[in-house]
């Protein structure tokens, strides 16, 4: 079950998925969701070209994904 947190964060390297364009190192986000699991893993939606721009929402990321905004 997912707890939701909004928590502002960069990306800490290139995240590269199949459904979504890459996302690139320091990309700024947020932290919307944060599973039950040990060790937790983390929903979050990337402004890959800033907020004004498209958000990209990328399930099961983990804390290396992850560096503090």
Do not use: Q
């Given at each position: 079950m997912m707890s939701r947190a909004y928590v502002p964060i960069r990306a800490a390297h290139e995240i590269r998925t199949t459904d979504?364009?890459?996302i690139r190192t320091g990309a700024p986000g947020e932290i919307i969701g944060v599973s039950g699991d040990i060790p937790p893993t983390y929903c979050v939606t990337f402004w890959p070209d800033g907020r004004d721009?498209?958000?990209v929402t990328i399930n099961h990321l983990t804390r290396?994904?992850?560096k503090e905004a």
């Amino acid at each position: 079950m997912m707890s939701r947190a909004y928590v502002p964060i960069r990306a800490a390297h290139e995240i590269r998925t199949t459904d979504h364009p890459p996302i690139r190192t320091g990309a700024p986000g947020e932290i919307i969701g944060v599973s039950g699991d040990i060790p937790p893993t983390y929903c979050v939606t990337f402004w890959p070209d800033g907020r004004d721009g498209a958000a990209v929402t990328i399930n099961h990321l983990t804390r290396i994904d992850l560096k503090e905004a």
